[in-house]
């Protein structure tokens, strides 16, 4: 007998029954309906948004269990919600939403040890002074390997990341260092993976924390003389996140209790994953024994999606929300917004929101409009080349002299200021900086922009060049 939505929901409902109080079966379960079964794909009708969030985030593991009895462990649960206000129009029409299969990560109970019978160690996330340490992963389920989509620009850092994930502190990847500019995943990932590796080992502590509290949390040691009490409570964890790395810079207090952090971590096999937004080799003001140990393990950068990978996010986006939308409109804005995940994210729920509020149809005409706003409001993208010209018709030289090996002054100087300012108004790294500036090594790029950090407080005509040239950049 071939299975029907009617058929699996009864069963589903019949296990869920022994498993939960009649009075929340009644609830929350009586009211819904199956509506449709595709594939290994349920979709079941639910009254209201409410209801669809209380589900997924109380009987979400419940609503799983039955459901892969029932169609496998390829299983799929999609909710169509009934919605009533629909801009004048008489039916009701639904909005479908997919489950998201995933509970809130939950607390993990360590026991430390202690020496003595009055225990001080310190727990920086809560009150101390407790022996048995109640810590918080800090971790977003909702940031997962199903939506961090995979693409050219990627592919390294996710597949060491799920590399990490399926054994961590097992692999060379320790650390994985994850780098690249603003809105390009880094967060997500560092997320996704200690996700998936509470999901895989439900016993390892996991802690995500930013390089920032980080450091608060340190200097807060240091007033409270705890500082040893600090170190220990980090090297009770067996997978450590630590997110904007570069943060760290300067902070030479910070660094030294991370350096010993990261030794004892490493050397018991515990999981060090890091973020940055820039390349080990191009971190200012970290020392050297710290920088050489992010190098001890993989840095894999993340680079701008480029337009499948684009597309694909924004029809992930539009299934997650629910929110059908014409192909021509999902291929405009994957067209316009290229810099950055985040900021293709911001357009495309712009767009929804523009639609819903307004009551508008979603059209190219209004694609256009939001799109234009949106990328008014960010700021422009200056590049490489477009640094050199400007230097180069400021100074009268062609690109080429710019570019060229000649240790004339003047020239010099403006190759010098193109360095500086690319380093300023880009994302790119100093060795890619470099090798489009005439070929140069990261160590040049280095040395222009102290070159012109230095003239700009000891020469006066050397600021009016800065100050001039800023100007034509910022228009």
């Known amino acids: ?38 594939d290994n794909a349920l979709y079941i009708q639910v009254p209201s948004k409410f209801f669809y969030e209380w589900l997924e985030e109380h009987y979400v593991k419940l609503l799983k269990v039955a459901l892969t009895k029932e169609l496998g462990k390829s299983a799929k649960l999609l909710y169509k919600i009934k919605m009533e206000n629909t801009y004048g129009n008489k039916q009701p029409f639904t909005e479908q939403l997919p489950s998201a299969h995933r509970s809130p990560v939950k607390p993990q109970d360590v026991d430390a040890p202690f020496k003595n019978l009055n225990p001080e160690l310190k727990n920086p996330f809560v009150i101390p002074g407790i022996r048995n340490l109640k810590i918080e992963s800090q971790l977003n389920a909702n940031y997962s390997f199903d939506n961090f989509l995979e693409g050219d620009s990627n592919r390294l850092a996710r597949s060491a990341g799920m590399a990490v994930a399926n054994k961590p502190g097992g692999t060379s990847f320790n650390p994985l260092l994850i780098f690249g500019g603003v809105g390009l995943g880094k967060t ?12 895989k080992y439900p016993d390892k502590t996991v802690l995500y924390i930013s390089a920032e509290v980080f450091t608060q949390q340190y200097i807060d040691s240091v007033k409270k003389n705890t500082r040893n009490d600090f170190i220990h409570f980090y ?8 997110d904007d790395v570069q943060f760290l810079s300067g902070k030479s207090g910070t660094q030294d209790v991370f350096f010993h952090i990261f030794n004892f971590l490493h050397q018991n096999g515990k999981q060090v994953i890091l973020t940055s937004d820039k390349a080990p080799v191009d971190m200012q003001d970290i020392e050297q024994r710290l920088l ?3 190098k001890w393990g993989l840095s894999a950068e993340l680079h701008q999606p480029d337009y499948e990978t684009r597309i694909s996010i924004l029809k992930n986006i539009l299934y997650r929300d629910g929110v059908e939308m014409p192909d021509e409109i999902i291929e405009y804005v994957a067209r316009n ?7 293709l994210e911001g357009a495309i729920i712009s ?5 819903s509020f307004n009551k508008k149809e979603v059209t190219l005409e209004l694609a256009k409009s939001v799109v234009e706003k949106f990328v ?3 700021k422009r993208e200056i590049s490489i080349d477009y640094i050199q010209k400007v230097v180069s018709d400021y100074f009268q030289l062609d690109i080429d002299t710019l570019q060229s090996k000649t240790r004339k002054r003047h020239v010099v100087q403006a190759r010098q200021l193109a360095m500086f300012f690319a380093k300023k108004f880009t994302k790119a790294s100093l060795a890619n900086i470099g090798s ?15 070159t012109v950090d230095n003239l700009v407080t000891t020469d006066k005509q050397f600021r009016k060049f800065v100050e001039d040239i800023h100007k034509k950049l910022s228009l």
């Open 376 to 378: 008014k409001n960010v």
């Open 351 to 355: 767009l929804i929101a523009q639609s």
């Open 337 to 343: 917004i290229k810099s950055n995940v985040r900021e």
């Open 436 to 450: 489009q500036i005439g070929d140069r090594d990261h160590a040049t790029v280095l040395h222009a922009c102290k």
């Open 188 to 199: 997500h990932l560092a997320h996704a993976i200690g996700v998936e590796i509470k999901d």
């Open 292 to 294: 050489s140990r992010f």
């Open 1 to 38: 007998m071939s299975k029907t939505a009617e058929s699996v929901w009864e069963n589903c409902l019949s296990f869920i029954k022994d498993n939960i109080q009649e009075q929340a079966y009644k609830t929350w379960f009586e009211p819904i309906k199956s509506v449709e079964l595709t």
């Open 235 to 242: 090297q009770l964890i067996d997978v450590l996140i630590i």
